[in-house]
């Protein structure tokens, strides 16, 4: 009497990647990129994010107008202008403004959460990977879409402001007093960008449901910043490393480098100059940031499918 066969084994299926001629268009993750940067402009809700960020940067610019009133209005009057009018600085004020985390932070969480994990959900990792593009092309796009909607939602509100600030004192005084304010309106919006793409992409690739990968960072980026605040007003840290230590942290590793390249902290109370944190530690804990982020979507994203038979 023949043995009754027991039930087949699980296999494991690998799907082929794509192994057909890959040179037709040079940028491939740049499809990738395109779809997800469409696909969040078709969004009523990453609009509304980007007009309450744009809000802070019409603040800058109402900052700018008032000041300039006030100065103007002083010396028709033949008067001195108040103290505050006086102590304005242009400078302060951006970094002032550019420390208002919270919409940037926003929007990002509404663009990258389900970047992939809204892909591990349904199960569409496969098919992309089917197509003539690799995991690197995949991870790149998704990431690269990313950071140019965050950096975009930035630059674009905060040239605006400058440009502004620039024709209400004369562009030429202007460019040449503040000239290095452009050059921080083109680097500062990547801080953000990059820290936040990079982050995301690991926590998203990590989940499946987009909602449980946005609470998971978010319980990182506030919990994180608030355990920095704490440790750095605990009394026996020395009171020179209380700026860095508060900064170590993604927040603060935004903030702190957009503090160090724009050379202010902004204006603490009673225009009081607030001590800069060391650079160094915070480029270095933004580079393993985003290491690890990149290293964890790396890691989940395959072309793997489990098959009973």
């Not at 900052?63 to 242009?90: C, K, T, Y």
């Not at 674009?156 to 309106?185: K, N, Q």
Request: charge should be positive; hydrophobic fraction near 55%; proline fraction near 6%.
């Amino acid at each position: 009497m023949s043995a009754v066969p027991g039930p087949p084994p699980i296999a494991d299926l690998t799907y082929r990647n794509y192994d057909g001629p890959k040179a037709l268009r040079p940028l491939r993750w740049w499809t990738i990129t395109r779809s997800f940067i469409r696909t969040a402009l078709r969004k009523k809700p990453f609009w509304v994010i980007f007009a309450l960020s744009a809000m802070q940067w019409m603040m800058f610019a109402l900052l700018v107008f008032i000041n300039s009133q006030a100065q103007m209005l002083a010396e028709q009057a033949g008067a001195e202008p108040p103290r505050n009018v006086r102590l304005f600085d242009i400078v302060d004020t951006f970094a002032n403004i550019s420390d208002i985390w919270i919409w940037t932070f926003a929007l990002a969480l509404y663009v990258g959460a389900g970047a992939i994990a809204a892909d591990n959900r349904a199960n569409a990792i496969q098919v992309y990977l089917s197509k003539p593009i690799t995991r690197s092309d995949y991870i790149l796009g998704k990431w690269a879409g990313m950071a140019i909607l965050i950096y975009a939602a930035q630059f674009v509100p905060m040239l605006f402001a400058m440009l502004y600030a620039a024709l209400d004192a004369g562009f030429a005084e202007f460019m040449r007093e503040h000239s290095r304010l452009l050059l921080d309106v083109l680097v500062v919006p990547a801080f953000a960008a990059v820290v936040h793409a990079s982050l995301l992409i690991g926590i998203s690739a990590m989940n499946k449901t987009p909602a449980i990968a946005g609470i998971i960072y978010t319980g990182i980026f506030i919990v994180w910043s608030a355990l920095c605040q704490a440790l750095a007003a605990a009394p026996a840290i020395a009171e020179n490393a209380r700026p860095t230590i508060q900064f170590l942290n993604p927040r603060g590793v935004i903030s702190g480098l957009t503090f160090n390249f724009v050379g202010s902290r902004g204006t603490g109370p009673r225009f009081r100059e607030l001590p800069l944190p060391d650079w160094g530690p915070l480029l270095a804990l933004g580079l393993v940031l985003c290491v690890v982020g990149l290293a964890l979507a790396i890691w989940r994203v395959r072309a793997v499918e489990v098959v009973k038979g």
